[in-house]
């Protein structure tokens, strides 16, 4: 009988590393980009999804970025940066936050002091403790007014034409927000 239950765990462990190394492979839809920072969690296939997962979808100015050693004695790298919101698609946030995010070695998807970008948030266990959400990327984002070049090809399932502009783009991903 013991055998049993050992075989049943193993298999069933067998089965869960089958799935999490399928899931690491999947591929994103328009509207983000694939990611190799710390892949852990949920995974965003496309603008809805990410509005929907997140506590918080800011455009923010990176005003300054701390370094801190390596998780885990040699594992991802987690950065700090300080941020000025200049626009809340999501939430409430204070005019200035703390973003928290883990890079893996050699993501080159770090933010740099002074640009724009929409980043969706997560909650941390700290009161006020806010991280990137996990599997999504920053959108760098110079203007709201910019013009939308991923033209949110999700947008033809709901009838909905492309949006035109950045601020278009992220309204429309908060309002139609996935949440499963």
Do not use: C
């Amino acid at each position: 009988m013991k055998k049993t239950k050992v075989w049943l765990l193993a298999g069933a462990a067998l089965l869960l590393a089958g799935a999490g190394i399928g899931a690491a492979g999947v591929v994103l839809e328009p509207g983000l980009a694939p990611t190799n920072s710390a892949d852990v969690g949920y995974r965003s296939h496309d603008d809805r999804e990410l509005a929907g997962h997140s506590d918080e979808l800011l455009w923010a100015q990176i005003t300054g970025r701390k370094e801190h050693e390596r998780l885990f004695g040699g594992g991802p790298v987690r950065v700090e940066y300080t941020a000025q919101v200049r626009r809340a698609f999501k939430g409430t946030p204070p005019a200035t936050v703390v973003v928290n995010v883990a890079y893996g070695d050699d993501d080159a998807t770090r933010m740099a002091t002074g640009r724009s970008y929409v980043v969706a948030i997560n909650a941390g266990r700290e009161p006020g403790e806010r991280w990137m959400s996990p599997g999504s990327l920053p959108v760098e984002t110079a203007s709201l007014d910019a013009p939308d070049a991923q033209q949110g090809e999700y947008n033809s399932e709901l009838g909905q034409r492309a949006p035109s502009t950045q601020a278009e783009r992220w309204t429309r991903a908060v309002t139609n927000a996935v949440n499963d």
